[in-house]
């Protein structure tokens, strides 16, 4: 036994067990989906609460937005 309460439930003191954790950062992407939205938001000139549900409805406004000039 080594001392630790690790050596107790049969882990090791010297992270010869332990995994490697890889920490992805997705900062990039996460602007450049904030800059389309707002500038959905510009382009179809929506007001707030409108804005607000365009996170989630973002390809509706754009369909009944641009199907309008296909006509």
Sequence with gaps: ???TW???FGGSTRGEDMEKIR???HTFMGTV??????FTIGL?????WKGVLAIVLWPY???ANF???AH
């Excluded at 989906?33 to 707002?38: E, G, H, I, S």
């Excluded at 179809?44 to 707030?48: A, I, M, N, R, T």
């Design 23 to 25: 920490i992805e950062q």
């Design 67 to 69: 199907s309008s000039l």
């Design 44 to 48: 179809l000139h929506l007001g707030f």
């Design 61 to 63: 406004y754009l369909g």
């Design 1 to 3: 036994m080594n001392g």
């Design 6 to 8: 690790l050596g107790l």
């Design 33 to 38: 989906w904030c800059a389309a939205w707002l």
